[in-house]
């Protein structure tokens, strides 16, 4: 992205692409994880 020029934005994956996406778009909106997978992680995590 830097060597492109293209400053203000962060890779992100989706599906199986990498992408550059605006800062913005990725912190504008608050993303949380599911209670499943809080728990699957607990089940794992001992």
Known sequence: ????GEFGKM???????IIA????EAVGK???VSQEWVDLLK???K
Not at 21 to 24: G, N, R, W
Request: avoid cysteine; aromatic fraction near 4%.
């Open 30 to 32: 608050l993303k949380t």
């Open 43 to 45: 089940v794992f995590s």
């Open 1 to 4: 992205m830097i060597h492109d």
């Open 11 to 17: 890779a992100a994956l989706r599906g199986t692409e």
């Open 21 to 24: 996406i605006p800062l913005t």
